[in-house]
């Protein structure tokens, strides 16, 4: 259990970080920029908030009320670091090794998790030598040695190239499926965290959102910020009419067959719902075409409806290279978006 | 061939370059963490003595140390013994001119190290000490080490301030660089180039180990 309440003002940047995490793999979604790394940092007493509360398994780590500041060496929480802050000096048993807190059970202690973390071949080499893959499992070897009761992974695959990363998420996720505490896990890859934890806590520009879980993020998200960080790429301001949105910007008036909440101000539309319109289908309109790009395994459609204003954001259709292949050359098609696909949102 | 000035400037660099080496380190570490206005006096105090003549140093080491001055009066009373005119007299003047060489070095190699790697160790549970000595030197080591011979070469070759605090007393107070300048003074040229030759090749070897730290600091930086 990991309790964090806690604000820091940084130059014009101002950090609200306000979420719990149970016993399971939380991830912090967010772009860069947006505080994620600032609140592990302050988690793991490197940086200290302005004021709050930190508490992890009823132990508290930071409290300004209460005058309380464990420093990082008695909080107990491993780091994985974007580079992993191997120490260049040592070698990966020494790295290992200075990890383990007991002195009596050093050597037992370093031979396991060498064994337990496939290093074995490269404990007497430097982390220079190590390829990224094995300088990430030295890395994790090294928190487990200290037995931590919560972890945090700061872009656990941000060193990495895109090709290694797949094999390393499963190795990743099978270690820590087996780590009884907390796991904070800070991503801006909407998929990393779909994939790894079953809750998210959506952060933007330094403010937490509420916990909510993958589903809930992704299928319906509240807000603008969730929604983007949930893949979503075309947004339009909305004012809600019953159980239908008015988009002013593009000139459509589109059902959404459920009540529409009062406090709605932008709609949601993702590029892969937006398709070529059956026969009389509701939520239908006619677009001009004006621009296709060529991705590798899909075409993505530029489209402007034609009611639009103007200065009206362009909407993003996503389809299969042969789907639009079909439709290649027209000025003007006929698209659609189902009533249950329009994401009803709030700006963050 | 009376090589007491050769063994006199030995000892004094070395004591010397044993106290600039620690004071360095801790100077450079802990005024890098001070508030920046602080830090900036303190830069411009420090490294003072690497900018002055060598001559006004020694004038204010005299103020400060001289039996009738507020230090060495003080000693006197106490211990009954004076600061100034003996051979390790000589080791004020060469600590405060080395010291800004150590201090500047090692700051600039600190200012290179990696903190994540000290906030990891931190958060691994290693004490603040073990960090220093056992990732953040081994990290700077060359740097730290270029710096070291950098002072001790300056210490062995200090000339003015020396002179003036510890004077030339011959077997006594006589340095390499002060018997050079008697020796010429009293016209016995083939004694002083002795004494050159003697200079410049521990010189040539001292620059020689710096141009190898350094070379290697760059090779082998990560």
Known sequence: MLHVDIRKRMGSFLLESQFSAENEALALLGASGCGKSVTLKCIAGILRPDEGRIELDGQVLFDSAGKIDLPPQKRNVGYLFQQYALFPNMTVAQNIAVAVRDSTSRETAVAEKLRQFRLEDVAAKRPAALSGGQQQRAALARIFASQPQAILLDEPFSALDSYLKYQLELELSETLAAFPGTVLWVTHDRGEAWRNCRRVCVMDGGHTQPVQSREALFLAPGTESAARLSGCKNFAAASPKDEDVFLPEWGLTLSCRRAVPPKTTVAGIRSHHVHFAAKDEVNSFSCNVVKVIDDVFSSIVLLLPSGSAIDAPLLRMELDKAAWGAHDGEKTVTVAVRPEDILLLQKS | ?222
């Not at chain 2, 030197?137 to 000339?159: D, H, N, S, W």
């Not at chain 2, 180039?193 to 070897?205: D, H, K, R, Y």
Request: hydrophobic share 50%.
């Open chain 2, 1 to 222: 061939m009376d090589w007491y000035p050769l063994y006199n400037s030995l000892r004094i660099s070395a004591i010397s370059t044993v106290a600039v080496f620690f004071l360095g380190l801790l100077a450079a570490y802990y005024i890098a963490r001070l508030p920046r206005l602080v830090k900036g006096v303190l830069d411009v105090v420090l490294t003072l003595p690497l900018v002055l003549p060598p001559t006004v140093v020694g004038y204010l080491l005299l103020r400060l140390l001289g039996p009738n001055r507020v230090v060495g009066g003080w000693f006197l009373a106490h211990f009954d013994t004076k600061l100034v005119m003996t051979w390790w007299s000589a080791i004020f003047a060469t600590v405060v001119v080395a010291f800004p060489l150590m201090y500047r070095t090692a700051r600039g190699a600190f200012e290179s190290f990696d903190e994540t790697l000290a906030d990891a160790g931190r958060t691994l549970g290693l004490s603040n000490s073990y960090i220093f000595w056992r990732v953040r030197m081994p990290y700077c080591k060359q740097g730290i080490l270029a710096g070291t011979v950098l002072a001790f070469a300056r210490a062995l070759g200090e000339y003015g301030a020396t002179s003036m605090i510890a004077g030339y007393t011959p077997g006594r107070t006589a340095t390499i660089s002060t018997t050079v300048y008697q020796l010429w003074r009293t016209g016995d040229d083939a004694g002083a180039t002795q004494w050159v030759l003697v200079n410049l090749a521990i010189s040539a070897v001292v620059l020689l180990a710096v141009n190898l730290l350094e070379s290697r600091q760059r090779g082998g930086r990560r």
